[in-house]
């Protein structure tokens, strides 16, 4: 779930958009020089940002009354490295707030921070940690976890700014209310993602190698 428009109090909107907004200005320099060192990694780029446009902006209704949704910045996070998604994710949830109605302006930042900021820097670290492990079992716990990340990090949001009864039992309710739609969503997630990232190294390995995402023990695992 997007935080909604004017959800969240003045003090917490304005402080996780200061949060935020050093991310997003690294994530362009980020990007500018993966583009300018790697011109033929443009239409990779492109990709990645429709993907994660396309996947959160799907709405699935939730059998607690509220509505789930896929990410999809893992997938980015681990071609491209999870700054240059806190810039795609920016852009995406600006979209989706200005013409889906989909999140909101004054809740920019603290969408920005779950979903394109912490999401994918717990996914890429997670693909990274698990070096020795197959490659696509990387792929996949990397997308599945941003997809958690990021809804953990919106519960926490939410309890800070409405800690009814205590920020524990706040926090512990709205994981409560995420979890039922969100687990089976991230698992989905990692599936597609795994899929997606198998079709870009059959389809635009030069560029995949380019970027470093499949390295040489990764190439022998794929090829075998």
């Given at each position: 779930m997007?935080?909604?428009?004017?959800?969240?109090?003045?003090?917490?909107?304005?402080a996780?958009?200061?949060?935020?907004?050093?991310?997003?200005?690294?994530?362009?320099?980020?990007?500018?020089?993966?583009?300018?060192?790697?011109?033929?990694?443009?239409?990779?780029?492109?990709?990645?940002?429709?993907?994660?446009?396309?996947?959160?902006?799907?709405?699935?209704?939730?059998?607690?009354?509220?509505?789930?949704?896929?990410?999809?910045?893992?997938?980015?996070?681990?071609?491209?490295?999870?700054?240059?998604?806190?810039?795609l994710?920016?852009?995406?949830?600006?979209f989706?707030?200005?013409?889906?109605?989909?999140?909101?302006?004054?809740?920019?930042?603290?969408?920005?921070?779950?979903m394109?900021?912490?999401?994918?820097?717990?996914?890429?670290?997670?693909?990274?940690?698990?070096?020795?492990?197959?490659?696509?079992?990387?792929?996949?716990?990397?997308?599945?976890?941003?997809?958690?990340?990021?809804?953990?990090?919106?519960?926490?949001?939410?309890?800070?700014?409405?800690?009814?009864?205590?920020?524990?039992?706040?926090?512990?309710?709205?994981?409560?209310?995420?979890?039922?739609?969100?687990?089976?969503?991230?698992?989905?997630?990692?599936?597609?993602?795994?899929?997606?990232?198998?079709?870009?190294?059959?389809?635009?390995?030069?560029?995949?190698?380019?970027?470093?995402?499949?390295?040489?023990?990764?190439?022998?695992?794929?090829?075998a």
């Open positions: 997007h935080i909604a428009e004017g959800f969240l109090p003045p003090v917490h909107a304005a996780w958009t200061a949060v935020a907004a050093p991310f997003v200005i690294h994530g362009t320099r980020s990007a500018a020089r993966i583009v300018r060192d790697n011109p033929s990694a443009r239409l990779l780029l492109g990709a990645a940002g429709a993907f994660t446009f396309v996947m959160s902006a799907i709405k699935l209704p939730s059998v607690t009354g509220s509505s789930s949704h896929p990410t999809g910045t893992g997938v980015g996070a681990i071609i491209f490295r999870p700054p240059v998604m806190a810039l994710g920016t852009i995406v949830l600006l989706q707030a200005l013409l889906l109605a989909h999140g909101g302006l004054t809740t920019l930042g603290a969408n920005v921070v779950s394109a900021v912490v999401g994918p820097w717990v996914g890429y670290g997670l693909f990274r940690i698990l070096a020795a492990a197959p490659f696509m079992i990387r792929v996949f716990v990397g997308v599945a976890v941003a997809d958690l990340a990021t809804y953990v990090t919106t519960a926490t949001q939410l309890a800070l700014a409405y800690p009814e009864g205590g920020f524990v039992e706040a926090w512990s309710r709205f994981l409560g209310v995420f979890a039922v739609t969100q687990v089976p969503l991230a698992i989905v997630e990692g599936l597609i993602g795994v899929l997606l990232i198998n079709a870009l190294i059959a389809w635009a390995r030069p560029e995949m190698e380019d970027l470093q995402v499949v390295r040489s023990a990764d190439k022998e695992a794929i090829d």
